[in-house]
């Protein structure tokens, strides 16, 4: 703060200096020009001028008479001034001059040096404190500071010490292997001994990729907070301005700052606003250029072993300039993409540790109905669940109110100013169940959770949920088939049921089309393409846009062979649906009655008609549970095997200490070591194979 006031008091010093030297040469400059454009003659003078008549206008004042000459005076373009001497013949002589001189009279003139600060000093100072007011406006810390017009080539970045962090390791969920990535860094800022005594260099730059909401800013915070070390934090389009050379300036201005007061840590976000590549030469910006160019100086010109690292975070690195990617810079990409079924039960209770729960609070459910939630939308969820909380006037979070806050996620809050003509209700209400009944009748498919015909405010007047029993990270060509079936289940129904389309598909329609012709150009799925890549995929942690690579005759190719796929999707909706109208029917109209199905409520209703797809799911559950089990005994029986030899294994190291000190561990030990390394490496197999069932 004392800092802070003596950049205040020295700006301040600077501008008064600053106003005094222009105070100066505009005085200067005002006393030449009334040297060079003035002059003072005798009365006489004035008088032989008159008869000359080389005078074409004079002005009578208090103390003198202002004079200017005639065109063919040598005077002219001067003005001329005489002591007035109160001549009482003096009009007359203008009077009878030839040809008549012009004549006026003025109020006595005030002195030049009021008339000095009337003309240039008020006005001056106007303006001045105008400017300043402005700037002081435009800037946030004024003239000394970072902000503001003076400032503007200062680095503006938000800089944490040691103790203002407040996150940690701890704070970061769902995120193993970007953490496992970054404890190299971490353990280098506090211990650079060991890596430099070796002669080992740390990369100076690590860029955190992924898609928006999965905890890049967080997990660089939490770096700096496990080194304990200062942390500056600033957006990469923080650096760009209007003026060219300021984004370059504030670059320097940075890399200052931090090697006073390394070991430090630089986070610059959405790099990208800087990075981008610079091959387009359509899109070039020599602003945003010049600040690429000084962070590529400022990252190859310090020393690494200083203890500044730079991390970076993008959602876009297919854009990003390769200068900024080659080692010695940037040379690191950690991956932060969105978390597993595990990882989002982690990141669950990080968010809801503050949160008063009930005893039915089931985060295990949550984590598995959130398939492809990021950190972001899991925190959402728990807020919001909270909120409804109160709102129901309770002091603790119900399971309900976590299921509510999913849906409010995916759909939106229930829209109760909404009602529905009996006649639409009943199309929305076929539509959803013939989306369910597809998927509950396709074999692979994905288990009906909840059927719904409540308008929600994100526009839905109904949907289906469905969830996967397993997190799944390869999908087959018939799984695909299966979800574009099963969207255009709803569709299907309308036609079969009332004979007519209607919007409602639209969402389906777009999902299935894509789904349709990403598996013709991009995952290579037809005879026809084999597989040809026609398309490739840009943005992939944002929108995930395809661009096609491919001529016009293979395009119109290309959507033949998608709509084909469609077609047969579509064919087998409608003949499932045909087949079993009188289940159709039968949900239908129980869902016009209650409004929502639960999962298990649908599921019975279909078992009453199909007992044998209940048989086989309860003999899958119970090979499911039996291999479970089996694996379990196993690993157990392992680990008491591993801690058998182990105790052996130290019981015997011990004994052979005492009778021998400094002799190696004879041959019985080396071979019980031996079998302990055998077990443990059985035991990692065994916990793969769960992980992989």
């Not at 600033?234 to 890399?255: D, I, K, N, Q």
């Not at 810079?329 to 932060?336: A, K, L, N, Q």
């Not at 669950?348 to 540790?353: F, M, N, Q, S, T």
């Not at 129904?493 to 012709?517: K, L, P």
Request: with cysteine; net charge negative; proline share 3%.
């Amino acid at each position: 703060m004392q800092g802070n006031n003596k950049k205040k008091k020295k700006g301040y010093i600077t501008m008064i200096i600053y106003f005094l030297i222009v105070f100066m040469f505009i005085g200067t400059a005002h006393y030449v020009r009334e040297a060079a454009t003035t002059k003072e003659i005798s009365y006489d003078q004035f008088y032989e001028m008159i008869d000359q008549n080389k005078i074409s206008k004079v002005v009578i004042t208090g103390d003198n008479l202002i004079i200017t000459p005639s065109d063919n005076s040598e005077y002219k373009g001067k003005t001329l001034y005489t002591a007035n001497i109160k001549d009482e013949n003096l009009i007359s002589k203008l009077n009878n001059a030839n040809p008549k001189i012009i004549f006026t009279g003025k109020n006595p003139k005030q002195s030049p040096i009021m008339d000095f600060v009337l003309s240039w000093i008020l006005p001056m100072l106007f303006f001045f404190l105008m400017w300043k007011f402005l700037f002081s406006r435009m800037g946030s810390g004024g003239m000394g500071s970072g902000g503001g017009i003076m400032g503007i080539g200062k680095s503006n970045a938000k800089v944490y010490v040691e103790n203002e962090i407040g996150v940690t390791f701890d704070d970061v969920a769902g995120q193993e292997e970007a953490k496992e990535s970054l404890k190299e860094v971490i353990d280098f800022l506090n211990c650079p001994k060991r890596y430099t005594e070796i002669g080992a260099k740390l990369p100076k730059g690590a860029l955190l990729v992924g898609p928006p909401g999965t905890g890049k800013t967080l997990i660089a915070k939490a770096v700096a907070g496990e080194a304990k070390v200062p942390f500056f934090s600033l957006s990469g389009s923080s650096f760009v301005e209007m003026f060219v050379g300021v984004g370059a300036s504030r670059v320097r201005e940075l890399f200052k700052e931090a090697v006073a007061k390394a070991p430090c840590i630089i986070f610059i976000d959405e790099i990208d606003a800087i990075g981008k590549s610079r091959d387009n030469q359509m899109q070039s910006n020599d602003e945003r250029e010049q600040t690429l160019n000084q962070l590529l100086s400022e990252m190859d010109g310090f020393d690494s072993s200083k203890g500044i690292v730079i991390l970076g975070a993008t959602n876009r690195p297919e854009i990003l300039d390769k200068a900024l990617l080659r080692p010695g810079r940037f040379d690191r990409r950690v991956i932060v993409d969105r978390p597993d079924y595990k990882g989002r039960e982690a990141i669950l209770r990080v968010h809801a540790k503050n949160v008063n729960l009930g005893e039915d609070v089931d985060l295990d459910e949550i984590a598995k109905g959130t398939p492809g939630a990021v950190g972001a939308d899991l925190a959402n969820i728990i807020n919001e669940s909270a909120l409804r909380a109160v709102r129901n006037r309770r002091k603790f979070v119900l399971q309900e109110d976590l299921r509510d806050a999913v849906e409010v996620i995916i759909a939106g809050k229930e829209k109760k100013d909404r009602i529905l003509s009996p006649k639409e209700k009943k199309l929305v209400a076929f539509h959803e169940v013939g989306h369910a009944l597809v998927a509950a009748l396709l074999e692979g498919s994905d288990p009906v959770h909840k059927i719904t015909i409540v308008p929600r405010t994100m526009g839905a007047l109904g949907y289906t949920m469905q969830l996967p029993e397993e997190e799944k990270y390869l999908i087959s060509k018939e799984d695909l088939m299966n979800q574009i079936t099963v969207l255009l289940g709803g569709r299907s129904a309308e036609e079969e049921v009332f004979n007519v389309v209607s919007t409602g598909a639209s969402n389906d329609i777009e999902r299935a089309t894509q789904s349709a012709r990403s598996m013709v150009s991009v995952y290579g799925m037809t005879d026809r393409f084999d597989m040809m890549a026609l398309e490739s995929m840009q943005n992939r942690y944002l929108d995930g846009r395809a661009v096609r690579n491919c001529s016009e005759e293979t395009s119109t190719i290309l959507d033949e062979e998608s709509l084909k796929i469609i077609k047969e999707a579509h064919g087998r909706a409608r003949k499932i649906l045909r087949e079993n109208r009188d289940l159709l029917d039968k949900i239908a109209n129980i869902l016009l009655e209650k409004e929502t199905l639960f999962g298990n409520e649908f599921m019975e209703m279909v078992y009453e008609k199909y007992p044998e797809i209940k048989e086989k799911k309860e003999k899958e559950l119970k090979e499911k549970e039996l291999k479970e089990k089996e694996f379990k005994d196993r690993q157990k029986k392992k680990q008491e095997e591993f801690d058998r030899i182990r105790k052996e294994n130290e019981e015997k190291e011990k004994s052979q200490f005492l009778k021998t000190v400094g002799i190696n561990i004879d041959k019985e030990v080396s071979d019980s070591t031996e079998s302990e390394k055998e077990l443990a490496q059985e035991l990692l197999e065994e916990t793969n194979e769960l992980k992989d069932n």
